[in-house]
């Protein structure tokens, strides 16, 4: 487990996801709350088909989304990441953060986000980044602003054969 500790902060640690997370990662992927911005909570095979994403992403990015672990109670409380996407036909590198809604407004999303809005700038050496929010999501976009990150454009994204319209965040370095 200490080998894939990857960033901490004062009340957090983030490690690489392991298929033996899939009962915690379900409590945050399967409710759908928390997925609202989906549309849908995940069922077992898309909480599975999303981890196994997120490892093969490590292998071929070097990052991706992480588990953030509150070190207070050693639990796994969401995931936040790099990650390589697209938003219409432009590659971005993207910030994303999902948290158990047990969890919410405690600051862990901001906190989370910004430990890896600066592992992208100083460890990756990444110069721009991106965060792609649906547009009702106003705590995701608070957490945005927050970091310092201003909305480029809006576009839609297809997602399970539907148009989605998002906002697309950035900063630069």
């Excluded at 405690?106 to 990756?124: H, I, M, V």
Aim: hydrophobic share 40%; proline share 2%; aromatic share 12%.
């Amino acid at each position: 487990m200490e080998q894939n500790i990857v960033l901490e902060t004062p009340r957090l640690i983030f490690r690489k996801l392991c298929l033996d997370d899939y009962q915690c990662i379900s409590k945050i992927l399967q409710d759908i709350e928390v997925m609202y911005a989906w549309e849908h909570a995940f069922s077992d095979q898309e909480v599975t088909d999303w981890i196994n994403e997120n490892l093969m992403r490590y292998a071929r990015d070097g990052y991706s989304y992480w588990a953030v672990i509150e070190k207070s109670s050693e639990q796994l409380v969401g995931v936040c990441g790099i990650i390589a996407e697209s938003a219409d036909t432009e590659d971005h590198v993207g910030i994303g953060y999902i948290f158990n809604k047990a969890f919410w407004h405690q600051g862990l999303a901001f906190e989370s986000a910004n430990a890896c809005k600066n592992y992208a700038f100083r460890t990756l050496k990444i110069s721009e980044l991106t965060a792609q929010i649906r547009p009702e999501n106003f705590s995701s976009r608070n957490v945005a602003e927050k970091l310092g990150m201003s909305v480029i454009k809006q576009f839609n994204r297809l997602y399970r054969g539907k148009q989605m319209p998002h906002l697309l965040y950035g900063c630069s370095k």
